[in-house]
């Protein structure tokens, strides 16, 4: 059999500039965007059947088996090293796996290996480790093996494998990885498209609407500049979301004017954006910061942790504009800042070192996942 060609493909990591924890809920709004850290995925023809799952934040190769369309491992430390730190990967080389199989194509071996800019010395910095790596595995296999994908199709996969995994993830960080950019998103109904494609298949549920998802470019603000600084404190996403459902306050009065209120300034900043109203921007993102800090008063969640309140009073005192990016309760912050007000932004990086904030070398990536 004459070998396969080598395929290697990235995907961006992710920062939600506003929008996060309503957008969990399909149809509702969300405004990302992609930087320029990447996981890196190379795919080529192993030297013995199976698939050979590595990475540079795990210690060793996991030697796996297709068992009945699914991954399994060879021996039980293969097993225990595919569920603890190849989940994400796997879930995407089965979910491919499927769609082959469903063209009548054979189940693939595969030597498959994941870099990551994402973390610092394995701890991650909040930028959606794992939708990056869903997303770009889903582009290498699929090209390695000959499918040909449009970008839509790849994202539809990369949310069916994480759904699931994770049925709450609104696949936000899977959208800003295909499409790059700054990009308004809205959720899917993850249980309808998962119980779509189990009912009639993958190739059914590539091509027919999915109920609540829509995703749209939107310019960047070009007079603005995007800062990112650095808790050094890992969060959870699934963890915070998940504490909200175990509260009465969600379906209270409070939350329904959270949702609200997260609709309405997401679609004002999507609105900014688009007519380069910088200052519109600012404003829409000084309300998130304060509706986060409302329901994290109301709901006790953690949000706010005293250095990305640090990093937010820094950035508002020179006029900008800052916000926890995503769950909050460590990881990333975000600032919007006059661009050419060069000084103001070293004073802002300077009083976010003095916090224990650790300035990050971000931009954002205005080109996706590779096709």
């Not at 399994?72 to 994400?88: K, V």
């Not at 296999?141 to 949310?159: I, N, P």
């Not at 209120?261 to 829409?284: I, Y």
Request: a neutral charge; hydrophobic letters at 40%.
């Amino acid at each position: 059999m004459t070998a396969r060609p080598t395929v290697v493909r990235r995907a961006p990591g992710k920062l939600f500039v506003a929008g996060e924890y309503a957008v969990v809920e399909p149809g509702n709004p969300a405004i990302l965007v992609a930087v320029d850290r990447y996981v890196t995925v190379t795919v080529s023809d192993p030297g013995e059947p199976g698939v050979a799952l590595s990475s540079d934040l795990a210690p060793r190769t996991a030697h796996c088996r297709w068992r009945d369309g699914r991954l399994g491992g060879a021996q039980p430390p293969d097993e225990q090293l595919l569920r603890e730190r190849f989940a994400h990967v796997a879930a995407a080389v089965e979910t491919v796996g499927r769609l082959l199989a469903e063209r009548g194509l054979p189940e693939p071996a595969l030597d498959l290996s994941v870099s990551s800019e994402l973390h610092d010395n394995g701890t991650k910095f909040g930028f959606g480790s794992s939708g990056a790596v869903v997303v770009a595995t889903v582009a290498a296999m699929a090209d390695h093996c000959g499918l040909r994908l449009t970008r839509d199709a790849r994202y539809r996969l990369a949310m069916l494998a994480t759904a699931a995994l994770e049925p709450r993830a609104s696949g936000g960080d899977l959208a800003a990885g295909t499409w790059g950019g700054w990009i308004a998103y809205r959720a899917p109904d993850r249980a309808a498209v998962l119980d779509l494609a189990a009912r009639a298949g993958l190739e059914e549920a590539l091509r027919v609407p999915w109920p609540g998802h829509d995703v749209r470019p939107l310019p960047r603000p070009a007079a603005l500049s995007l800062e990112v600084g650095w808790t050094g404190t890992p969060a959870s996403t699934s963890s915070l979301v998940s504490g909200l459902d175990r509260k009465t306050w969600r379906g209270s009065a409070s939350h329904r004017r959270f949702v609200e209120t997260s609709n309405d300034f997401v679609h004002a900043s999507a609105d900014a954006l688009d007519r380069a109203d910088h200052d519109g921007l600012l404003r829409q993102i000084r309300r998130a910061r304060q509706e986060l800090a409302r329901i994290d008063e109301e709901a006790g969640l953690g949000i706010f942790t005293p250095r990305l309140t640090a990093l937010c009073d820094a950035a508002e005192a020179v006029g900008g504009a800052a916000k926890p990016s995503g769950a909050g309760g460590g990881d990333c912050g975000i600032a919007l800042l006059d661009a050419e007000a060069a000084p103001d932004i070293a004073h802002v990086r300077k009083r976010w070192t003095t916090a224990g904030v650790r300035p990050l070398p971000i931009r954002p990536a205005m080109e996706g996942n590779e096709a």
